[in-house]
């Protein structure tokens, strides 16, 4: 197997878990009960479509030219995710708090796992590579970066509320 066959392999794997988190995100979004989780779901599956974007154009780019074009990478830029300010953070723990939130904490849990596996995924890869398809798994993983730091940050404070919450009587 060749170079651009490894690539092609790499970014077929890359597409399909793509697209596999945002159906898991898509479907979470029926169990949010709370208003502020349910918008970051919807920002973060429209992001999860740029990606899918962008490794789509990439694998065009390695089955047409067997080479990826330099000026597709230079041309996307995807935001940093910035889903909530402070005080949103802060009236979103709140009401989840007072809100049934277990299938919340369930799903922010596993929404973690998967732009973990992802981010450790494209670091991978593109330790592994060189030239564009090094600098499009860097970016692959600082955005996914972003979206594990997200959910981690809200699986653990979810966590720590039920942890500390007076059970019982």
């Known amino acids: 197997m060749n170079?651009?066959?490894?690539?092609?392999?790499?970014?077929?794997?890359?597409l399909n878990q793509e697209q596999t988190g945002?159906?898991?995100?898509?479907?979470?979004?029926d169990r949010m009960g709370v208003g502020a989780a349910?918008?970051?779901f919807e920002r973060l599956i429209g992001e999860e479509k740029k990606h899918i974007q962008f490794i789509t154009r990439i694998l065009e780019d390695?089955?047409?030219?067997?080479?990826?074009?330099e000026e597709n990478l230079q041309s996307t830029l995807i935001d940093t995710t910035n889903f909530f300010d402070e005080r949103a953070k802060s009236e979103f723990l709140?009401?989840?708090v007072h809100g049934s939130m277990v299938p919340d904490v369930t799903v922010f849990n596993t929404a973690w796992l998967i732009e973990?596996?992802?981010?450790?995924?494209?670091?991978?890869?593109?330790?592994?590579?060189?030239?564009?398809?090094?600098?499009?798994?860097?970016m692959l993983s600082a955005w996914e970066r972003e979206h594990e730091?997200?959910?981690r940050e809200y699986r653990d404070k979810l966590s720590h509320v039920y942890a500390h919450m007076p059970w019982g009587g």
């Open 3 to 14: 170079q651009n066959e490894k690539m092609t392999k790499v970014f077929e794997y890359a």
């Open 62 to 69: 390695l089955k047409s030219r067997g080479e990826i074009d």
């Open 149 to 151: 730091a997200f959910f």
């Open 22 to 29: 945002m159906s898991f995100f898509t479907a979470s979004l």
């Open 94 to 96: 709140e009401q989840c």
């Open 116 to 138: 973990k596996d992802l981010s450790e995924f494209y670091a991978e890869m593109a330790e592994k590579t060189e030239g564009p398809a090094s600098r499009a798994l860097e």
């Open 38 to 40: 349910k918008s970051a």
